[in-house]
C-alpha cells in the first residue's frame, strides 16, 4: 500500500516537472511563432508546430515532438524527459514507432529509468504493429536475454 502511494507521488511529482519544463518549451515557442525571438530558424517555427498539434492530441505529432526533444533545435535543447513524455503519449495512442523508440529509451535509459521489462513490453507493442525493427529487437532481447 505505501509503496503504490510513494510510487503514485512520485509519478505526479515527474508530471508536474514534465509540465513546468512544457511551460517554458511553449513560452519559447510562443516568441518563436510570434516572431518575437531573435535568430529563431525555419527549423524553430517547424518544431514549435509540431509541438502545437501534438499539445492538441496529434498522436503522430506527439511522436515528432519526442523526436524534436530527443535530438534538440536551433532554439529548443534537447531534453530527454521531455522526449520521453512525449513518445509515452504516443506510444498509449497507438504510434508503432514512437512505442519502438520509447522502448529503446527504456533499454539505454535515456529520458526514463532503465527498465528492460518495459522496454520489452513497448518493443512488443511495436512488433505487433509491424515494425520490422522492433521484431528484430525482440528477437535479440529473447535470444541473448
Not at 48 to 65: F, L, P
Not at 107 to 126: C, H, I, L, P, S
Amino acid at each position: 500500500m505505501m509503496q503504490r502511494f510513494l510510487r503514485n507521488a512520485g509519478l505526479l511529482l515527474a508530471l508536474c516537472f514534465h509540465a513546468a519544463v512544457a511551460m517554458a518549451a511553449n513560452a519559447s515557442c510562443d516568441a518563436i511563432l510570434a516572431g518575437t525571438l531573435k535568430n529563431s530558424s525555419m527549423l524553430d517555427r517547424a518544431a514549435c508546430h509540431i509541438i502545437a498539434k501534438a499539445e492538441a492530441g496529434d498522436a503522430e505529432a506527439q511522436y515528432e515532438a519526442g523526436l524534436v526533444y530527443s535530438w534538440g533545435v536551433d532554439a529548443l535543447q534537447a531534453d530527454p524527459d521531455v522526449a520521453a513524455a512525449w513518445l509515452m503519449k504516443a506510444a498509449e495512442a497507438g504510434q508503432p514507432e514512437a512505442a519502438y523508440r520509447l522502448a529503446a529509451f527504456y533499454v539505454d535509459g535515456y529520458g526514463v529509468k532503465q527498465n528492460m521489462e518495459a522496454a520489452y513490453r513497448w518493443f512488443e507493442t511495436a512488433a505487433n504493429a509491424g515494425s520490422s525493427m522492433a521484431m528484430f529487437e525482440l528477437g535479440g532481447m529473447l535470444e541473448y536475454g
